[in-house]
């Protein structure tokens, strides 16, 4: 076994962990405020996908403008689910909420699969994104470089606005303590809302990245990426950007290194493996890698 | 006060409808005395409408109505009308046997048929077998199904074992290709035991399997298997692959993307025109053998795609469509024959006894004794965005 | 008096009337409707033992489905002839190939095997909190999935095993499902059940009461377990076939939701929401097939019951947040009281049942009045 080999695993599993990475900072920002597992996160990646596929082909709209449709359409979708289905519920369990997204995303599965049946279609971006580049043997699209880059400057930026603007200071506020926020004056609604925006948004975008890697999709596609990118932020310390970034890309190297190192007879364990990483982890670091001391509130 | 209220109103709403229905239970089995109206016959049609399995069974289950209606318009069967009772099965087990039972029970179906994968096929046999019923699986292909469930189960398309040898044999005989490389699927049933067989004809016929890799459905990303099989090739001629529809396209075009340009080839999963539409030029040099070529140019099969294309607005999405509307002329045939369509028993004996009947798949025949049909398969390969006529191979 | 308050009347509601509806169901055997009756009477199983973990613990488990798999497993290698596991099992060791057992006692293997797998589970996970636990026992729903996918020998892989006997008539099923309310109503009402719900409410304060929190977390884990092992069981022989795909994370979400419609804090709150769950969507089911008039389909509109399902969900949910039955206790407790029965043989049950069945409608208006009034003065 090469250095090249392990090497160009190393680059497959950082490809699709820029994916999950993706997916689990939106997870994160609204677990972050609201202590809510959205389980209809990955739907709502479904829906900016297929508004994409729709009005390209249908209605001739160029990449670029339908994708901001796209973006628009997810935070418009995103909003409504908070205010219908979280948002009365905001005072009860965690558990509660937590069948509430699963029921919105019942819901939007079963919307898409209506609107636009259960099968599969092809999706493509231009050429100029899929071009292949040729690194010493390792091949990567233009897509894939954005989606790593993507990655890193949302980060940055997504850190930079909570840790130094008056709306990410009250988005921390709200995440330490909802009930004192409000005393000081804070609008908890208003907080919820630009997580549920900025949440939605990352879909919309990572929804385009996962459709333009694997060039297919189909309604039930936003579940296991959604389900996936959720282990990813608890493995990283769920609430914490850097720690879903950090999980997304740990969760994507082990899998591609464990498919592509170990023995075909047990390379199927692959998602197993990938879980008894992550109870590994919590084992030695209950709150994840970068996760708080207080951690998830029980 | 309010709330204990309206507590106890909920349980008992929640009581009245359980028992409610065990009520109607009762009152249905009495009812059995009387025969349903003479003048149709009910079919069951038990497919996976939504959920996972949604997009096989949905063209399968437009297929079988598109032939009910056909053999409605022609004057029925023997005068009487066929009415399609039709139950979504959820792509959930329980649901599927419960659907079973609707069909049987509440339906009044003489004959159930539907269901594009072997364990859900094998739940809705097992319903139907003991309810003596004959079920007849529109798209599972597991061979061993009717032995497993029984005497009133068939298959209407040809077993996986079929198809495997077809392939295994075009590969050696045909392409004269004798190193391969074996990508298999292993959450399905379908795929392990397509690749199962492959591998039993291949080596058999001297060919040998240099590498052996795996994935698990749903996964959409293969980098991992495919840098593994170029890291080591083993002198490899062709690639096996044994996937599902879903990821036909996808995984050729990343096979593709990294460099490797051999022939591919597989079995019905790869029917499916979301590998020209997702992999392009990339498809090309890629082999599937399948029940038939919707682009053959036999009147049958072109009269079908242009029914289904003014039925339902677009062409068939993939060969399950074919097979969902073989089954009902299957259905239709063996209710012609019957010597009394409203017996199951007499039905399971007139599908059994088909022989050589024409459909869009294919001609059927049931060798005695056997509930799975002869059918011969057909070895398509993409050309230019087509799927292009090669052999049709005969076991 | 009221008429819930009547023994008697609890008697023949929760008692009689369902005692009448198994008789029925157990003579129509291999129905539709039966098969219905049966999937409750399992999700009564399902959801009761759950919701002794997720209500009464305060944890937060999803892992029901991966108990039931190795349930349903344990309980098909125990029930099947040595000729099919030969040819399903191939690599089982030679006593247990040879081994068939009868299908209460494979029941009870079932549940230790699910137990075992609990306990092992257990150790590393419970001391996670809130969602952790939750995405640990989602990881172990995936690993079992992985083992009966992949041990081809053993499990037959993801070609599932087919031909299970069927054993589970309406008495064994409902038998185990009263006994398990039973068991569960017994150690929720006990010391330890108290202990379980004071570690929910305060987990601190618990521990200072001497309440050890590690053996109770692990033997409430335990019994669930069991339970869905048992469950699994039942499923299987119900069905005949299992394979891993049916034990997957949707079966467990299905099970999750169950517990908080009826309520989570309650064990009547499982029947309730077993029965809601199981019923309601055969109920919607002709929505979807469209309506047939002389000949002509009009539009089928699949998943629309799904739909519907889903959006009443989230309205239950907002409108009743501790489920249907919140804490309330009505069912099990006529079921289990010594006064239920009783009550027969007391002719003063009879006459306060005649007066309350009389007086119903006017107690009825009352009360509406009183809340209208009450409601309109925002007094009481």
């Known amino acids: 076994m090469d250095t090249l080999y392990v090497l160009s695993q190393l680059v497959n599993g950082l490809k699709l962990g820029s994916v999950y990475a993706m997916v689990a900072i939106g997870y994160s920002i609204v677990y972050g405020i609201l202590r809510l597992i959205n389980f209809a996160h990955g739907d709502i990646m479904t829906v900016a996908v297929y508004t994409i596929l729709s009005l390209v082909t249908i209605f001739g709209l160029p990449l670029w403008m339908s994708i901001g449709a796209s973006v628009v359409m997810a935070v418009v979708v995103g909003l409504i689910a908070e205010r219908t289905a979280y948002r009365p519920l905001r005072a009860a369990g965690e558990e509660t909420t937590l069948v509430s997204s699963l029921a919105v995303s019942i819901f939007l599965q079963n919307l898409m699969m209506m609107i636009f049946s259960p099968q599969r279609k092809a999706f493509h971006l231009p050429e100029n994104l899929t071009f292949l580049h040729n690194f010493n043997g390792i091949r990567l699209s233009t897509m894939n470089i954005i989606t790593f880059i993507a990655v890193i400057v949302i980060l940055v930026i997504l850190t930079f606005v909570i840790k130094r603007t008056r709306v990410g200071m009250a988005m921390r506020a709200c995440s330490d303590n909802m009930d004192a926020s409000r005393l000081m004056g804070i609008n908890i609604n208003h907080v919820v809302v630009i997580a549920f925006i900025i949440g939605s948004s990352l879909a919309a975008l990572s929804g385009l990245m996962l459709a333009g890697e694997y060039k297919t999709i189909d309604p039930m596609m936003g579940f296991v990426p959604g389900l996936k990118a959720f282990c990813a932020a608890v493995l990283g310390g769920i609430g914490s950007l850097g720690g879903a970034v950090l999980g997304g890309f740990v969760l994507g190297v082990a899998e591609m290194l464990f498919a592509g190192l170990m023995p075909t007879e047990i390379t199927p364990y692959r998602d197993a493996f990938v879980f008894v990483v992550l109870i590994l982890v919590l084992m030695v670091r209950p709150n994840g890698i970068l996760g708080s001391r207080e951690g998830g509130r029980s | ?395 | 008096m009221r008429l819930r308050d009547n023994h008697l009347f609890r008697l023949i509601i929760f008692v009689i009337l369902p005692l009448i509806g198994l008789i029925v169901t157990s003579m129509n055997s291999g129905s539709y409707y039966s098969g219905l009756v049966h999937l409750f009477g399992i999700n009564i199983i399902l959801v009761a033992s759950l919701n002794l973990v997720n209500g009464y613990s305060g944890m937060f488990s999803m892992g029901h489905a991966a108990f039931m798999a190795i349930g349903a497993y344990a309980s098909a290698m125990l029930t099947l002839t040595a000729d099919q596991k030969v040819f399903l099992m191939p690599a089982l060791p030679d006593w247990l190939m040879h081994l068939t057992l009868p299908f209460p006692v494979t029941l009870l293997v079932a549940g230790v095997l699910a137990s075992v797998t609990a306990l092992l589970i257990g150790f590393p996970v419970l001391r996670f909190k809130g969602h952790y636990l939750s995405v640990a026992t989602i990881g172990l729903i995936v690993i079992v999935r992985a083992v009966l996918d992949n041990e081809d020998q053993i499990t037959n892989g993801a070609r599932g095993v087919t031909g299970l006997p069927d054993y589970a008539s309406t008495g064994i099923i409902f038998s185990v499902a009263i006994l398990c309310l039973f068991v569960l109503y017994r150690l929720i009402h006990s010391s330890y059940g108290r202990g379980l719900i004071a570690m929910r409410d305060d987990w601190t304060a618990a521990q200072t009461l001497g309440v050890n929190l590690t053996t109770k977390k692990l033997s409430a884990f335990l019994i669930s377990a069991f339970m869905a092992g048992m469950a699994g069981g039942l499923w299987g022989h119900m069905q005949s076939v299992i394979s891993g795909k049916f034990f997957y994370i949707d079966t467990s979400f299905k099970i999750v939701e169950t517990s908080i419609i009826g309520g989570m804090f309650s064990l009547s709150g499982a029947i309730v929401g077993s029965a809601l769950m199981t019923f309601i969507p055969e109920l919607l089911a002709p929505l979807e097939t469209g309506i047939t008039l002389f000949g002509v389909q009009l539009p089928e509109l699949y998943g629309a019951s799904n739909m519907i399902l889903a959006a009443a969900l989230i309205l239950i949910i907002i409108f009743r947040r501790q489920g249907i039955m919140g804490y309330s206790e009505i069912i099990t407790d006529s079921l289990f009281s010594r006064e239920t029965y009783l009550s027969l043989f007391r002719p003063d049950q009879y006459s306060s049942l005649a007066k309350a069945i009389v007086t119903l409608p006017v107690r009825s208006w009352q009360s509406l009045k009183a809340r209208w009034v009450g409601q309109k003065h925002k007094s009481l």
């Open chain 2, 1 to 395: 006060m309010k709330k204990t209220l309206k507590k106890t109103l909920l349980v008992m709403l929640a009581l009245m409808l359980a028992f409610a229905f065990t009520g109607c239970a009762k009152d249905k089995s009495e009812d059995e005395g009387a025969s349903p109206a003479a003048d149709t016959i009910n079919v069951g049609a038990l497919f996976n409408l939504t959920g996972g399995q949604a997009s096989l069974d949905q063209p399968s289950y437009n297929g079988f109505k598109m032939a009910a209606d056909e053999i409605n318009a022609a004057g029925g069967i023997n005068g009487k009308m066929i009415e399609v009772k039709v139950v979504d099965g959820k792509t959930d087990q329980a649901s599927v046997a419960s659907a079973a039972k609707k069909l049987i029970d509440v339906e009044k179906a003489v004959v159930v048929a539907g269901l594009s994968d072997s364990n859900y096929a094998l739940a809705a046999g097992g319903v139907c077998q003991s309810n003596s019923i004959p079920f007849i699986t529109s798209g599972a292909t597991l061979p061993t199904l009717p032995e497993q469930v029984g005497d009133y189960a068939f298959l209407a398309p040809f077993g996986d074992n079929v198809q495997a040898y077809a392939c295994a044999d075009y590969a050696i005989d045909d392409l004269k290709m004798t190193k391969c490389y074996l990508l298999i699927d292993q959450s399905m049933e379908f795929t392990k035991t397509l690749a199962h067989f492959f591998k039993e004809r291949y080596e058999e016929k001297g060919g040998t399997i240099v590498l052996t890799d795996n994935y698990m459905n749903k996964d959409p990303d293969f980098s991992a298997q495919i840098d593994r099989f170029l890291a080591d090739k083993g002198g490899a001629e062709i690639l096996f692959i044994s996937g599902v529809p879903d990821d036909a396209g996808v995984v050729v075009k990343q096979f593709r993307d990294k460099g490797v340009t051999l022939p591919i080839i597989s079995g019905d999963g790869f029917d499916t025109p979301l590998l020209m539409e997702v992999a392009g030029d990339a498809a090309n040099n890629v082999y599937v053998g399948t029940h038939a070529s919707l682009e053959n140019t036999d009147p049958a099969v072109q009269k079908f795609v242009a029914d289904y294309t003014a039925v339902y607005g677009h062409a068939p999405e993939n060969a399950f469509a074919a097979l969902g509307y073989d089954t009902m002329y299957l259905i239709a045939n063996a209710l012609k024959n019957a010597t009394d369509p409203t017996d199951p028993a007499a039905i399971r004996d007139a599908i059994g006894a088909t022989k050589n009947l024409k459909g869009v798949t294919g001609t059927v025949t049931y060798e005695e004794g056997s509930r799975v049909p002869t059918k011969s398969v057909t070895i398509n390969k993409v050309e230019g965005g087509k799927f292009v006529f090669q052999k049709e191979v005969f076991l």
